[in-house]
């Protein structure tokens, strides 16, 4: 294998009538597209638009396609992922696919190790080019760490790494900022751009237009399996982009009403949580925290303030000393179970911890945490409660009985939060909760967060992205190092002293 140092340049790949149906559906309809070497192109489109099953088709996982794939004007065809790996082609899935078993460089180096003269690993060379690599990246983590040590954030830019280590020529990078801070994104944008001054072909898929514009030279834009537009990202407006995804104008984040009521739902006192590794640090120090019925407080902070352990805390996922209160009566969480009997649900930042069960139908895995103590299921209930959310989310399906593994991302995660709905909760914990999510679907799920508000339901939401928290927040908490450091009303926030008190 080659080093990190050695750059092979990018090809021209180009698709010609590329269809694809699963069964019942059909995903792509004669796709015409080109992307281009040296460049970012830029793959956009709703959740399910097909997006991914193009990039499926690219890297040798789907090969039974209608249409012709050209490299370098060459008519090539995939049946493996081999086949597309050995023809230059790498991908970055939109699901992390680590060991979390192994170490990070471990996981670098799986299938793909560097041997010596006799044949055998040679540990020392693959532990020096996994320190150049994680510099590179800018990664302060040693490679010695446990990948399921590290966050989300971490281990996504890990799954970066990996690819960068092969020696491809077409990088397809499926949403790989859905899970980074800002930092890490700027970070991963200078290693794309060097990619493309190095002729790399770059495809980028993502849901963040301010990202896009900011990376991206070229786009190709999908809807419902259609190719809509593709042209150069200069030449463009963000209006007639989402014109081209959605089919009509939309208008995002747009401010909504408060329903608060002065009745507190939640309230949570002297909260301490000890250093997972670092002996008698703590991770979080003194949180106070109050959500009130029908009120949405948000959660502001840059990774690694403290925002997704403080959710965990209190759900009694992880230990921690609290004196926590429900509707005004004293209750003790030492467990996830005991806190959605108290009327708490949590939908937490990782799809795969989320523990949705793929192989299972969609309406199974919404009546999944709903259980009425009852044993007898009933069927048309389940069906008609999951037909609800299906319609008031938007979650494209042919039908509720669809497994989960054949949804998209967004839609995927779509399912995640209606699940923990139908559990009709008092506080709803949510982090990050429009991950993956279009920018169309993003507005459904505000509209939907916000109607629940209405309804009595309280909200606390943790979030990275301060536009979505400025659109539905009555109040925001910003976190800094395991402190709560600022407490805005929804008037008085703006991105600044969001900002400000974060650093
Ligand atoms: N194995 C499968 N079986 C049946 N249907 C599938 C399968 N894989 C994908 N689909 C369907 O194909 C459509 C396109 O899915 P795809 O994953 O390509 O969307 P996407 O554009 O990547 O969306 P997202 O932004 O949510 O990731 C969706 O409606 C999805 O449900
Ligand atoms: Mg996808």
């Not at 509707?327 to 009327?343: F, H, L, M, Q």
Request: a negative charge; proline letters at 2%; glycine letters at 8%.
């Amino acid at each position: 294998m080659s080093t990190v140092n050695e750059h092979k340049s990018g090809l021209k790949l180009e698709l010609s009538g590329i269809s694809k149906s699963f069964p019942g559906v059909k995903v792509l309809s004669g796709v015409n597209l080109t992307f281009y070497p040296g460049k970012v192109n830029a793959l956009m489109g709703e959740n399910g638009a097909g997006k991914s099953t193009l990039l499926k088709i690219l890297t040798g996982i789907y090969s039974d396609y209608e249409g012709q794939i050209f490299m370098d004007d060459k008519a090539v065809t995939f049946t493996s992922l081999k086949d597309a790996k050995l023809a230059g082609i790498a991908m970055i899935h939109q699901e992390l696919s680590l060991i979390t078993q192994l170490t990070v460089s471990e996981n670098l180096f799986l299938g793909q190790e560097i041997n010596d003269a006799w044949s055998l690993p040679n540990k020392k060379k693959m532990g020096e080019v996994a320190q150049a690599l994680l510099d590179k990246l800018g990664l302060k983590f040693s490679v010695d760490t446990l990948v399921s040590q590290l966050s989300v954030g971490e281990q996504q830019m890990l799954e970066i790494a990996r690819v960068l280590l092969t020696d491809a020529r077409i990088i397809l990078m499926d949403e790989p900022t859905s899970a980074l801070s800002d930092k890490e994104i700027l970070r991963l944008h200078e290693v794309i751009r060097q990619l493309t001054i190095e002729g790399k072909t770059i495809v980028y898929i993502s849901h963040k237009m301010d990202e896009l514009f900011r990376i991206a030279d070229n786009y190709v834009v999908l809807r419902d399996g259609v190719v809509t537009g593709q042209g150069k990202m200069t030449e463009i407006s963000e209006e007639a982009l989402i014109r081209m995804m959605v089919g009509r104008d939309i208008v995002v984040n747009k401010k909504i009403n408060s329903s608060a009521q002065s009745q507190s739902a939640l309230i949570v006192n002297n909260l301490f949580m000890a250093h997972p590794t670092i002996k008698g640090k703590l991770r979080l120090d003194h949180i106070n925290l109050e959500v009130k019925k029908g009120e949405i407080v948000g959660i502001f902070g840059l990774m690694g303030a403290g925002r997704s352990e403080l959710l965990h805390c209190i759900f009694g996922a992880y230990k921690s000393s609290a004196s926590i209160a429900i509707n005004g009566k004293s209750v003790v969480i030492k467990s996830p179970r005991e806190a959605i009997a108290n009327g708490l649900a949590f939908v937490t930042e990782d799809r795969k911890e989320e523990g949705l069960v793929l192989d299972l139908p969609l309406t199974s895995n919404i009546n999944l945490t709903k259980s009425d103590g009852s044993w007898v299921v009933n069927e048309a209930k389940e069906l008609a409660l999951s037909n609800d959310f299906i319609q008031k989310l938007g979650i494209k399906t042919p039908s509720a009985q669809q497994l989960c593994k054949n949804l998209s991302g967004g839609n995927q995660q779509k399912v995640v939060l209606s699940k923990w709905l139908a559990t009709e909760p008092d506080v709803l914990m949510l982090d990050e909760p429009t991950r993956g999510i279009d920018l169309n679907a993003k507005n459904d799920i505000y509209e939907l967060i916000k109607s629940l508000a209405d309804s009595g339901m309280s909200i606390l939401m943790a979030s990275s992205e301060i536009p979505e928290l400025l659109a539905i927040c009555d109040r925001i908490l910003v976190m800094s190092e395991g402190k709560i450091t600022a407490s805005f009303s929804a008037d008085e926030a703006n991105e600044d002293k969001l900002l400000k008190a974060a650093i």
